[in-house]
């Protein structure tokens, strides 16, 4: 279904602007894009393009997608042309909105310039599109089969490395809720920590001794803990690899303390998420929607110019 259409033209801050309404940080953004490729143009230009393509061909390309799904990494895409130094000669513009459920055959965006460097970076900006989108699918099918329950599909940190801002960004476009972005916006009270301090309430003790004003999260196997981490004054607990019936167990547990928030995790299918999300939780914690999502198919087809 295409929502929408935006022009990006010459300059970087057209791209610095789709990338700030997006919520993503154009510098860091840039950073992870240069990264990508360099990649590919590390030992020189590209040869194929190169040898086949005459210099100064324009043309239009059109990026299509080969399944249904839902779409997101359209403002990266932009700043990848942008990165190459493509925009100066160079129109993309976006004929989808990323968060948007996208049909096979729709265009998601057209690309006018240089064939050449449209070729050079086409392959960076479908590993984005498509890895992104595949992300943004796979949440958006949580959130459908949980909607309606009160509970929310949530990330984790198992991202692929120096990728977890955009891979965030693609959960929270497929409808989902981010965890922690880092090890320090927000503490995890972990099994080997509770081990190392000798229970769930030192353990928390010493993490608000630390650190007053950021959120504690504590992770509890079973319902003792879950009584000993509400009453050391836990506002998040993390329900691991618990069964149904000791989630509802532990929900009842938390009624007397409106502001905890609960959440599952370990054992989590898209099968039984209905059941869990049922249980009263807040959050299901799903580490596949970043380690294990399927790309989307998406592809850049060269419509004239070619």
Not at 78 to 101: F, P, W, Y
Not at 188 to 204: E, Q, S
Not at 252 to 271: F, H, I, M, N, Q
Not at 280 to 303: C, E, N, R, W
Request: overall charge negative.
């Amino acid at each position: 279904m295409i929502e929408t259409s935006v022009s990006v033209g010459v300059a970087g801050g057209s791209v610095a602007e789709l990338l700030a309404e997006a919520g993503l940080d154009a510098g860091e953004t840039r950073q992870v894009v240069r990264a990508a490729l360099a990649e590919d143009l590390r030992y020189g230009p590209d040869i194929t393009t190169a040898a086949v393509i005459p210099d100064g061909r324009v043309a239009v390309a059109d990026v299509v997608a080969r399944c249904d799904g839902v779409v997101a990494g359209l403002p990266v895409a932009a700043a990848v042309l942008d990165v190459a130094g493509l925009l100066e000669h160079t129109i993309i513009e976006l004929l989808a909105a990323d968060g948007s459920r996208v049909a096979a055959g729709d265009v998601l965006a057209r690309v006018i310039g240089p064939l050449s460097g449209i070729l050079t970076a086409e392959r960076t900006m479908l590993n984005f599109l498509t890895h992104l989108s595949g992300i943004a699918t796979a949440t958006r099918a949580w959130a459908d089969t949980i909607d309606g329950s009160g509970a929310f599909v949530r990330d984790t940190r198992k991202t692929t490395p120096g990728l977890r801002v955009l891979e965030k960004y693609a959960v929270r476009r497929g409808g989902g809720v981010n965890h922690r972005m880092g090890l320090g916006d927000a503490a995890l009270i972990k099994d080997n920590h509770v081990a190392a301090a000798g229970g769930v309430a030192a353990a928390f003790r010493a993490v608000r001794a630390m650190a007053p004003d950021v959120v504690v999260e504590v992770e509890c196997d079973t319902l003792s803990q879950v009584t000993e981490a509400l009453a050391a004054g836990a506002g998040l607990i993390l329900l691991d690899n618990m069964s149904l019936l000791d989630m509802r167990a532990a929900v009842e547990l938390a009624r007397a303390y409106p502001a905890v928030r609960l959440e599952a995790s370990g054992g989590l299918r898209l099968e039984n998420a209905r059941a869990v999300a049922s249980t009263g939780v807040h959050y299901l914690s799903v580490g596949a929607l970043t380690h294990s999502s399927p790309a989307l198919d998406i592809a850049l087809d060269v419509v004239t110019g070619g």
